[in-house]
């Protein structure tokens, strides 16, 4: 297989994060970057060491040195940035959440399949090595029938008004930041919940600061919560009737995980290199290689489903953002 060739845009701190990682993986490279801004598109190529760089968006897509865009911006422009990486015959990997709403993820989708290239959402938690396997354990039946999952995200943030988290222009708050983490893990072990239950805390800008949801299915019940008030312990648990599995802190890229069956523990380490997202670009390199246009780990139904969940909780709460009126 030929070097994927990546170019990168939105140059804030998880590209930062997600270059280091891809210069760790063999078989991708980075051949530009681009910004809004020149001089931070010029800043961000010299201080990663990458000859080609962009003032513009429109520009990077057009790349014929270019094979896939990372999309690192803010979750309100995921939707168009894809959309039109997509229509200029590139893949894309674009940061979760996919896009905003459920017709926004239809819309990429549609761009992926009229164009023929790979879409995946980079929730690298599913391919995160200790999930993996501990899905893995679950669809093994290894703790018995799963009825109960109890996962949260949250971390106290400083209170920026203008900052991306609470910004409601921007798509803020902590639902589609964090929140979106706890219902990623009760949707892959349980699938679609037959009730959802949810209520939210908002600050004076609009945004949700503490949403907790409860989703019911025909065999158990998830707990999901994500918050920027707090700081929680950050460990998933995932219960059947024969055991329990406790990923470690933080468990969203867990390094090892816990398992408990018929009262025996087992510890099971498995520390990831770099910043933990190694194993998406791979999946990427794979399905690409392979001409598929969707992961079978995290497939277009999947983040369809899950944007799905979270328009459902969004409803409950009364969380709408000023772009979708």
Not at 197 to 222: P, V
Not at 284 to 295: A, D, G, H, L
């Amino acid at each position: 297989m030929k070097t994927l060739r990546w170019g990168l845009l939105g140059l804030g701190h998880i590209t930062r994060n997600f270059i280091q990682d891809l210069q760790l993986v063999q078989g991708s490279e980075v051949a530009a970057v681009a910004s809004r801004s020149q001089a931070k598109a010029a800043e961000f190529a010299t201080e990663h060491a990458v000859d080609t760089h962009y003032g513009s968006y429109a520009e990077l897509f057009q790349d014929p040195d270019v094979d896939i865009i990372y999309i690192g911006t803010p979750h309100n422009s995921h939707a168009e940035l894809s959309i039109a990486a997509m229509n200029a015959g590139k893949h894309v990997l674009c940061e979760k959440p996919l896009a905003v709403n459920k017709t926004q993820v239809q819309h990429m989708i549609g761009a992926a399949q009229q164009n023929g290239v790979f879409l995946l959402e980079a929730l690298w938690s599913r391919f995160n090595p200790s999930i993996v396997q501990c899905l893995q354990l679950v669809q093994d039946g290894a703790i018995g029938q799963v009825n109960y999952i109890n996962a949260d995200f949250s971390f106290p943030i400083k209170e920026d008004v203008d900052g991306r988290l609470l910004n409601m222009d921007l798509a803020g708050g902590a639902l589609l930041d964090v929140g979106i983490y706890p219902l990623f893990l009760a949707y892959a072990v349980f699938g679609k919940p037959k009730e959802i239950l949810a209520t939210g805390r908002f600050h004076e800008t609009g945004a949700d600061i503490q949403t907790s949801i409860i989703l019911k299915y025909d065999n158990g019940i998830a707990q999901a919560m994500g918050g920027f008030t707090s700081k929680s312990d950050m460990v998933a648990r995932i219960y059947g009737t024969r055991g329990s599995i406790l990923l470690d802190p933080r468990w969203h890229h867990s390094q090892g995980y816990s398992l408990v069956v018929d009262g025996q523990l087992k510890k099971v380490s498995l520390p990831t290199p770099g910043n933990g997202f190694t194993y998406e670009i791979e999946e990427c390199q794979r399905c690409i290689s392979q001409n598929q246009i969707e992961s079978k780990l995290w497939s277009h139904t999947h983040s369809l489903e899950l944007m799905e969940v979270m328009d459902e909780v969004r409803r409950q709460i009364g969380l709408v953002y000023p772009f979708e009126h």
